[in-house]
Structure formats: C-alpha cells, structure tokens
T-cell receptor
Framework: GENVEQHPSTLSVQEGDSAVIKCTYS??????FPWYKQELGKGPQLIID?????GEKKDQRIAVTLNKTAKHFSLHITETQPEDSAVYFC???????????FGTGTKLQVIP | EAGVTQFPSHSVIEKGQTVTLRCDPI?????LYWYRRVMGKEIKFLLH????????ESGMPNNRFLAERTGGTYSTLKVQPAELEDSGVYFC???????????FGPGTRLTVL
C-alpha cells in the first residue's frame, strides 16, 4: 500500500520568513496530493492540493510542487504569519473517492 | 452549509468498556470515511462508506471495531471492548464523490484508561 513520509516533524520560523515541508510517496498510482492544516481542537482542513498532471500550484502565500518522477512533493509558505502556526499534513490518494494516506505531520511554529 | 459534525468531542472510558462515536456528514455527501490518529502518529484510514455500504474496510484494526451507516446518513463507530491502544483522535470525513476533496470533522478524542 501507499506510504507517505514527511519532514521535518517540527519547524520554527520567524514571522515573515518562508517555511518548506517536504514529502515523499511510494505508490506511483497516486495522482492526487492534498495538504491539510490542523489547528488545535479542529479537524484537518484542506489548504491546497495538486494533481499529478501539474508540477506546481500557487494560492496567495501557499504553493505546492510535485516531482512525479522522484515521487516528491513540497509545501511552501511565504511571508509566514503567526496564524500559520499549526500542524500540517501532506497526503496522497489515487483520487476520486479513494482513501487518503497521510504523512506524520509537521508542527509549524511562527515566532512573532 | 453545515460541516461534518462528530459527537462526542471527548470520551474517557475504562478498558473493557464500550464506546460509540457518531459522525454526521455534510448533507448530500454519499461518501463517509473514518480515520484515526494514535499517539501523535499519522492519521490512518479505517473505512469508507458509500451510502450505507462499506466500500473499503481494509483499515479496521480488528473485530472490536464495528462501523455502521444505517440509512446512508450518519455513521457510528463502536469499540467493544475498548483497549488502551485504542486511545487517540477519531476523525470522520465526507465527500460527494464527484470531487477529490474530503471534508473533515473536528474529531472525537478517545481516552481509554
């Protein structure tokens, strides 16, 4: 089955700096890669996703890149703000209504 | 539009007792999923309903876990008897099936003492 690895497990950045979280996946059949943000006491919330026919996607301060050959994908947050502090999960799926396989999470702390 | 709701938000039970978790998906979402996060590890898939049918239950850990979705609306996840290793946060998610996006509920934190 699919295995998703995520690094780093914790990340501290100064407000205004960039944060990068990296993930790898094992199943070449995976074609949908969502990123979730989980704040304290809440469930994971989708913040951005990318499909395997796209190499990069951007939404304001958030961008994701996908290297299908290397089975790598990354989340980039620019101009970080304290409200970006949360746990971020990368995930992989075969799309449609298929189950999602999550990485182990990255706890991001943005220091004011 | 109301999101995915879960009840209770927290549950503390003794080993050997029974607990039932409930999930109400977004209205009209035929696909419902259960996941759990144990001991700060990754969020792991448990099972997937399409309406009232179990589409994939490959993630269910053992026969102490029973999930139902009678009528294809809300779902329950029963743990009987609960063991210490069942402690964790149980998430429910739903989707229409026409989109890849799964919408997650706030989770139920289960503590087995």
């Amino acid at each position: 089955g699919e295995n998703v690895e995520q690094h780093p497990s914790t990340l501290s950045v100064q407000e205004g700096d960039s944060a990068v979280i990296k993930c790898t996946y094992s199943d070449s059949a995976s074609n949908y890669f969502p990123w979730y943000k989980q704040e304290l006491g809440k469930g994971p919330q989708l913040i951005i996703d990318i499909r395997s026919n796209v190499g990069e996607k951007k939404d304001q301060r958030i961008a994701v890149t996908l290297n299908k050959t290397a089975k790598h994908f990354s989340l980039h947050i620019t101009e970080t703000q304290p409200e970006d502090s949360a746990v971020y999960f990368c995930a992989a799926s075969k799309g449609g209504y298929q189950k999602v396989t999550f990485g182990t999470g990255t706890k991001l702390q943005v220091i004011p | 539009e109301a999101g995915v709701t879960q009840f209770p938000s927290h549950s503390v039970i003794e080993k050997g007792q029974t607990v039932t978790l409930r999930c109400d998906p977004i209205s009209g979402h035929d696909n419902l999923y259960w996941y759990r996060r144990v001991m700060g590890k990754e969020i792991k898939f448990l099972l997937h309903f399409v309406k009232e049918s179990k589409q994939d239950e490959s993630g269910m850990p053992n026969n102490r876990f029973l999930a139902e979705r009678t009528g294809g609306t809300y779902s329950t996840l029963k743990v009987q008897p609960a063991e210490l290793e069942d402690s964790g946060v149980y998430f429910c998610a739903s989707t229409t099936g026409n989109t890849d996006t799964q919408y997650f509920g706030p989770g139920t934190r289960l503590t087995v003492l």
